[in-house]
T-cell receptor
Framework: KAGVTQTPRYLIKTRGQQVTLSCSPI?????VSWYQQTPGQGLQFLFE???????NKGNFPGRFSGRQFSNSRSEMNVSTLELGDSALYLC???????????????FGPGTRLTVL | GDSVTQMEGPVTLSEEAFLTINCTYT??????LFWYVQYPGEGLQLLLK?????DKGSNKGFEATYRKETTSFHLEKGSVQVSDSAVYFC?????????????FGSGTRLQVQP
């Protein structure tokens, strides 16, 4: 079974621009979560989508948004880029199993975003 | 809120040495616990998990036991290899509350020398 795929793998943008990142989950997985990884803040949760609806949201400004399509693929958008948005953006998928069942998230390789 | 604390790195070991990376957590209820590993330039790979107290997760020679009484989930391996050099993250999730976001520790870099 193919793993989580993310495109593009690398991206360079300038301040003020916007960017869209894409994530395709493992086949059969309907939940997609996004995380930001930086040297200073570590791994932080952005949001989770399930059945095309945002289910959970982290503590990020409204410039960060996402959506999920009917085939479970997800996109993340960042508008008005700032230098501090430079990071590795990781997508993870899961089956969103029953509570207490150890719902496991599987990660993609990430998109490395550099903001100049 | 929930939190995960890991020992500071880097941890430098010689090949075939015993490895312990400490992880403790703060959470009410019944979190699930995970160890992920990140190799240079890659995403996170699930190493092992445990979903309830006294469960032991194991994979590729790594083990960790969910200790509710000490709120710990320490990672161990009996004999490390150079190929184990990576950053290791301890994490928890609260699927029991419906909040499935992973809360991560700060990561521990392991360097294994030949």
């Amino acid at each position: 079974k193919a793993g989580v795929t993310q495109t593009p793998r690398y991206l360079i943008k300038t301040r003020g621009q916007q960017v869209t990142l894409s994530c395709s989950p493992i086949s059969g997985h309907r939940s997609v979560s996004w995380y930001q990884q930086t040297p200073g803040q570590g791994l932080q949760f952005l949001f989770e989508y399930f059945s095309e609806t945002q289910r959970n949201k982290g503590n990020f400004p409204g410039r960060f948004s996402g959506r999920q399509f009917s085939n479970s693929r997800s996109e993340m958008n960042v508008s008005t880029l700032e230098l501090g948005d430079s990071a590795l953006y990781l997508c993870a998928s899961s089956t969103r199993g029953l509570a207490g069942a150890g719902d496991t998230q599987y990660f993609g390789p990430g998109t490395r975003l550099t903001v100049l | 809120g929930d939190s995960v604390t890991q020992m500071e790195g880097p941890v430098t070991l010689s090949e075939e040495a015993f490895l312990t990376i400490n992880c403790t957590y703060t959470a009410t209820g019944y979190p699930s616990l995970f160890w992920y590993v990140q190799y240079p330039g890659e995403g996170l790979q699930l190493l092992l998990k445990a979903t309830k107290a006294d469960d032991k997760g194991s994979n590729k020679g790594f083990e960790a036991t969910y200790r509710k009484e000490t709120t710990s989930f320490h990672l161990e391996k009996g004999s490390v290899q150079v190929s184990d050099s990576a950053v290791y993250f301890c994490a928890l999730s609260r699927a029991d509350t419906g909040r499935r976001a992973l809360t991560f520790g700060s990561g521990t870099r392991l360097q294994v020398q030949p």
